[in-house]
């Protein structure tokens, strides 16, 4: 009978329950991938404030008198 496992996220390998990533190398990896996925997500937010901001003064600049 096979004991129970789970797989590493990063890389796939064999590992106990009681364990997040099965190496520091892989537990690094993905800190990295995080860290880009968050920087990621705060430019998408700051580009979507801009495309805001943006067609907020194209919007009211008629009515302003610009």
Known sequence: ??????????????MPLSERFCSPNCEQIALANQKKVQKSKRL???LFGL?????????LRGQLGF
Not at 51 to 59: A, P, Y
């Open 44 to 46: 998408l937010y700051i």
């Open 1 to 14: 009978m096979i004991e129970q496992h789970k797989h590493c996220p990063i890389c796939g390998t064999p």
């Open 51 to 59: 495309f805001i901001i943006v067609w907020l003064f194209f919007m």
